[in-house]
């Protein structure tokens, strides 16, 4: 029974339609302000994958949505060393482009709960529209934590999963992270923080 259960979300188009669910709104989004989630990050304090991957569509984003602002929100994972991811972040997409004076950090969140109250008060008096990056699954999520707490965001997803999902040895990977969001937002649901 387990072997085709794992054989039909392996083949079948269930994981990209819950991957989907999990994106949500689609938008290509100009503004203002953009606001950037913190991702994995490797023992040693450099960017992990999810993070390498929001800090360069950040980058794009901003090299061609006329973004004025970029706030980079993540504080340091258990064994970073102490690096706050968004400060690893930054610097990546200054060695990229973004100029360093238009980078505002919030260095101290460790769950995407933590990420939209403490970036809030960083955001809230800004002019403009506010759009928020972050991976394709994690964008329900975290859109909904935003505004759980006050602030109205404009989606701007990366495709993660929806990439990934086309590569047949990634898939495996793909199940399991898309499970994984879809328990992180019943938790969310459960708790009432969405």
Known sequence: MFVIVLTILYTSPLVPRVARWLTGDWEDAKSDVLIVLGGSQLGDGTLGVESYWRSVYAYWAFRDGGFRRVVVTGGPNPDSGGRPVARVMADFMTALGVPKEDIILEEKSKSTRENALMTVPL????????????SDIHMRRARAAFARVGLKTVPAPIPDVRKRWNSWVDRWACIFDVGVGLVKYGYYAARGWV
């Open 123 to 134: 955001v809230k008096d800004m002019p403009g529209t506010k759009v928020l990056l972050t």
